[in-house]
Every structure is written in structure tokens, then in C-alpha cells.
């Protein structure tokens, strides 16, 4: 019981620094996305050390709040892999920061 204690502090904490980090773009969070290897494709801190500031190219991220994209930990981005259409109901489960629910309202 107490790895599974030590394994959900560990998670809170990441998750915690990844909020602060979009939250305060100045400190730099040091970490990857939700998978946490450092390539690039998963979800690093993009110059500014924001956690989502590189996950969207600019017009995925048009119109999208900043702070939004920011705080995004690309740890499914379901606009990327579904292919959404006109009229169809998208749910998206956990959608975090929101980024992903309004990136993919615009095509629905």
C-alpha cells in the first residue's frame, strides 16, 4: 500500500509542476509530456519551458487561449488521431486544460 501511495504522490506532483510551469511561463518545468521520455514528440517544454506551448502548430492553435495550449500534457490529443466531421458529438474525458475540446469543436 505504501508504493501505491508513493507512486500517487509522484504522479501528483508531476502534474502539479506541469500547472505551475503554464501557469508561470518563466520557470521552466524541465520535464516531457505525459509519457515523460524528453524526445521531442512527446510533448517537451517548447522554448519558453511551457509544458504544451510546441504540441500545436499555428493554425491547430488559431483562436485557441494561450494559457490553454500551455497547459496541455499531449497525453492524447484526439483531434490528432480521430477523424472528425461535421455534426458528429466528440466526449472528451479528463480534457484537462480544454485545448483539445475546442480544437475539436471546430470541426464538428
Known amino acids: 500500500m505504501a508504493e501505491l501511495t508513493d507512486i500517487r504522490e509522484t504522479v501528483r506532483e508531476k502534474y502539479a509542476a506541469a500547472v505551475r510551469a ?3 511561463p518563466n520557470i521552466t518545468a524541465g520535464r516531457g509530456g505525459c509519457c ?15 509544458f504544451g506551448g510546441g504540441l500545436y502548430d499555428e493554425a491547430t492553435g488559431a483562436d485557441i ?5 500551455n497547459a496541455s500534457l499531449g497525453c ?9 466531421s461535421d455534426g458528429e458529438t466528440v466526449l472528451d ?8 475540446v475546442l480544437i475539436s469543436a471546430r470541426r464538428v
Open 22 to 24: 503554464a501557469a508561470e
Open 36 to 50: 515523460g521520455s524528453g524526445e521531442p514528440s512527446c510533448g517537451l517544454a517548447d522554448a519558453a519551458g511551457v
Open 65 to 69: 487561449p494561450e494559457a490553454a495550449l
Open 76 to 84: 492524447g490529443v484526439p483531434s490528432a488521431v480521430a477523424d472528425l
Open 93 to 100: 474525458l479528463g480534457s484537462g486544460a480544454g485545448a483539445d
